[in-house]
């Protein structure tokens, strides 16, 4: 077994004993949601940090850790939500990898107000 499938075992196995085997998704997905949402404020505090030149090394680098669990977080969301749903550290893998080549030939817009760039339509092949 792969360390991330053996990491996905471990997690869904943590949140089937503390949260029970009915919590299932999309509740999962739901506190994912929750958990990006604290993600995108750890980084613009932590961008905002890095840019304020009073800020000590000691502050920077204690938002810095805290970001990174932010990260952890949705990691350990996603990977449950999936398992839940099915899926294995493989099928993620391919799956990634085939959505990226979709996404390799598709046709990009301009950054919102947020800085989000979507697809505008498929490139032919």
């Given at each position: 077994m792969n360390e991330l499938q053996s990491l996905m075992n471990d997690v869904s196995e943590w949140s089937d004993a503390t949260f029970g085997a009915m919590q299932r998704n999309p509740a999962i997905v739901w506190h994912l949601k929750k958990e990006v949402d604290e993600l995108i404020q750890a980084?613009?505090?932590t961008h905002s940090l890095g840019i304020d030149e009073g800020v000590g090394a000691g502050e920077f680098g204690r938002q810095l850790s805290k970001t990174k669990m932010e990260y952890a977080d949705c990691f350990m969301l996603l990977l449950d939500s999936a398992h839940h749903f099915g899926l294995t550290a493989e099928n993620l893998i391919e799956l990634t990898r085939e959505?990226?080549?979709i996404n390799k030939r598709?046709?990009?817009g301009k950054p919102d107000s947020n800085g989000v760039v979507e697809h505008v339509r498929d490139v032919a092949s």
């Open positions: 980084l613009d505090y959505k990226l080549e598709r046709e990009w």
